[in-house]
């Protein structure tokens, strides 16, 4: 059984960093594709990045150049590094896997194709 566990969450302002690390169970290598997520109350959960088996990764045009995802096979923990923090970063963000074998790259920010998720964690962003 896959399980998910975020943390590295907070509250932070504009402008500074935070690093929020998924611990993954069994590992890493029970899915291909692996994403961060997060949602605000009464919106719909947003693609934030993605990265595949082969380190390939997707961003969502809000975060680019800002965020960075990575995973760490050795601890099996995915990686979302984010910088330069706004207030429109605020949202409970979750990690997340597929159990296909394959997804499209326009899929790949798509939370209706993923099958494992964490419990989230908060990040707070103050002006």
């Known amino acids: 059984q896959v399980q998910l566990v975020e943390s590295g969450g907070g509250s932070v302002t504009t402008g500074v960093s935070l690093r929020l690390s998924c611990s993954a169970s069994p590992n890493l290598g029970v899915s291909r594709f692996w994403g961060w997520f997060r949602q605000v109350a009464d919106k719909e959960r947003e693609g934030v990045a993605h990265?595949?088996?082969?380190?390939?990764?997707t961003y969502a045009d809000s975060v680019k150049d800002r965020f960075t995802i990575t995973k760490d096979n050795a601890k099996n923990t995915l990686i979302l590094q984010m910088n330069n923090l706004t207030p429109e970063d605020t949202a409970t963000y979750y990690c997340?896997?597929?159990?296909?074998?394959?997804?499209?790259?326009?899929?790949?920010?798509?939370?209706?194709?993923?099958?494992?998720w964490g419990q989230g964690t908060q990040v707070t962003v103050s002006s």
């Open positions: 997340a896997a597929t159990s296909r074998a394959a997804l499209g790259w326009w899929a790949r920010l798509m939370a209706r194709w993923y099958d494992y």
């Open positions: 990265i595949d088996s082969e380190a390939r990764t």
